[in-house]
């Protein structure tokens, strides 16, 4: 009896943890982009898990698409330039101190998830933000995606 | 006070005095340098005090033991209403409005605030947000090139 409640009790915690882990993976700036812009009209927010993420060795994908304007474009620069800051390896274009493109890939946690924040300004008025998890093998995969090849 | 012992023990040993007077007994058994005539009678005072002693001394032992046991109790109940807490709050963070609830788990594309679940639409959607994010060539190739032009 003593163990059960004891095993039960361990368990609990534990679980509680994971979640507390998985909520700590959420905790970037740019989610509040995919929050508040994801479901409203001119915008396209792709959200990928599982079986469908498998040929990409990956684990999330999450991705907006949004036309902006102005102060779009000022709260996606300024989550961009928080979650940065915490980046292992960034790849930026800045134009007249916006950034136009950007790749970021985030510090791997202990639980070895691979981070990536993607993000490009295309010239007809759209702006298209990702965000993506996966273990090690996913790097290579990106790193060559993200170049496209001509 | 020597009848006065002789009335009290035989009175003692019929299992008719009283506490006061069994104080008095094992008062007078207790003293040293009795006459020889008592030296039988007080070996036998002195094992029911002596048992008297240990019996006190068990009883001591048997608390103290009972203490932990509540202590263990105690913490046991702190970590279960802890794990039960702490449970609650991941339940609430889990279902949290807007943030990935289980309700919305799965694939799914939201085009102009209409969610699609179609799996080769969403597959689509995902593999047009991947292009537009990817770069047309190294920049830093495209700069030299131009430096050199």
Redesign the interface.
């Given at each position: 009896m003593k163990t059960t409640?004891?095993t039960l009790?361990f368990i609990?915690?534990l679980?509680?943890l994971t979640?507390?882990a998985a909520?700590a993976q959420?905790g970037l700036k740019i989610q509040s982009v995919f929050?508040k812009y994801?479901?409203?009209?001119?915008?396209?927010?792709?959200?990928?898990?599982?079986?469908?993420l498998h040929d990409y060795r990956l684990d999330k994908?999450r991705?907006?698409?949004i036309e902006y304007d102005k102060a779009i474009l000022n709260d996606i620069q300024n989550c961009l330039q928080a979650d940065k800051k915490q980046a292992r390896e960034i790849k930026e274009?800045i134009s007249n101190g916006i950034i136009s493109?950007g790749y970021y890939q985030l510090p791997a946690k202990e639980d070895r998830i691979h981070r990536y924040i993607?993000?490009?300004m295309?010239g007809d008025g759209?702006a298209?933000l990702?965000y993506m998890e996966g273990g090690p093998e996913s790097e290579a995969l990106i790193n060559r995606?993200?170049?496209?090849r001509? | 006070m020597t009848t006065d012992i002789h009335r009290l023990l035989d009175r003692y040993f019929q299992g008719g005095t009283t506490t006061e007077e069994e104080k008095t007994l094992r008062r007078f058994f207790a003293q040293e340098n009795l006459p020889e005539e008592w030296h039988e009678t007080a070996a036998i005072f002195r094992f029911l005090e002596d048992e008297s002693t240990a019996l006190k001394v068990l009883k001591e032992i048997q608390r103290e033991e009972a203490l932990p046991v509540r202590r263990t109790f105690r913490l046991?109940t702190i970590?279960?209403v802890a794990?039960?807490a702490?449970?609650l709050?991941?339940l609430l963070?889990?279902l949290q409005p807007?943030?990935?609830s289980s309700s919305?788990?799965?694939?799914?594309?939201?085009?102009?605030?209409q969610?699609i679940t179609d799996?080769a639409v969403?597959?689509r959607?995902?593999e047009?947000?991947?292009d537009?994010?990817?770069?047309?060539?190294?920049?830093i190739t495209e700069q030299l090139q131009f430096m050199t032009e």
């Open positions: 409640t004891f009790t609990t915690i679980l509680t979640v507390f909520q959420e929050e994801g479901k409203q009209k001119g915008a396209t927010m792709v959200v990928l898990s599982g079986e469908a994908y991705s907006i698409t274009v493109s993607l993000f490009k295309a759209t298209t990702i995606l993200f170049i496209k001509k | 046991k970590v279960t794990a039960a702490c449970a709050i991941a963070l889990v807007g943030k990935g919305e788990a799965g694939s799914y594309v939201w085009v102009d605030g969610r799996p969403v597959q959607y995902a047009l947000s991947f537009k994010v990817q770069t047309e060539n190294n920049i």
